[in-house]
C-alpha cells in the first residue's frame, strides 16, 4: 500500500480531470462543513477547484490557448507572467 500522504489521483483525459477536481472540491466542502468550521477560505479552495477542472477540460484543446501558452518547442504568445495573470482570470470568472 501507498504512502497516505500521497494518493493516487489517476485521469487519462480532460473530463477525468474535471472530475477529479470536482471530486476534491466535493471532499472540500464536505471536511469543511464537518470538520474545519465552515471556513470561507477552505470553501473558496474548494470552488477554485472546481473551477480549475471546468477551465482545463475547455480550454486545453483551444487552439487560441495553445498560441497562447506554447508548448515544449515554441514559446507562445503570452509571457509567463500574463499566463498566469490568464489562467487566474479565468479561474475566477464568474461560470
Given at each position: 500500500?501507498?504512502?497516505?500522504?500521497?494518493?493516487?489521483?489517476?485521469?487519462?483525459?480532460?473530463?477525468?480531470?474535471?472530475?477529479?477536481?470536482h471530486a476534491l472540491a466535493s471532499r472540500m466542502h464536505y471536511l469543511n462543513r464537518v470538520a474545519m468550521?465552515?471556513?470561507g477560505?477552505?470553501?473558496e479552495v474548494a470552488e477554485?477547484?472546481?473551477?480549475?477542472?471546468?477551465?482545463?477540460?475547455?480550454d486545453y484543446a483551444s487552439p487560441e490557448t495553445q498560441a497562447a501558452f506554447g508548448n515544449g518547442y515554441s514559446a507562445g504568445t503570452?509571457?509567463?507572467?500574463?499566463?498566469?495573470?490568464?489562467?487566474?482570470?479565468?479561474?475566477?470568472?464568474?461560470?
Open positions: 500500500m501507498g504512502d497516505p500522504a500521497e494518493p493516487s489521483l489517476e485521469f487519462k483525459s480532460k473530463e477525468e480531470f474535471r472530475a477529479t477536481c468550521g465552515e471556513s477560505f477552505s470553501w477554485m477547484l472546481k473551477q480549475l477542472g471546468r477551465v482545463f477540460e475547455s503570452l509571457t509567463k507572467a500574463e499566463r498566469r495573470a490568464h489562467l487566474i482570470k479565468r479561474l475566477t470568472d464568474d461560470a
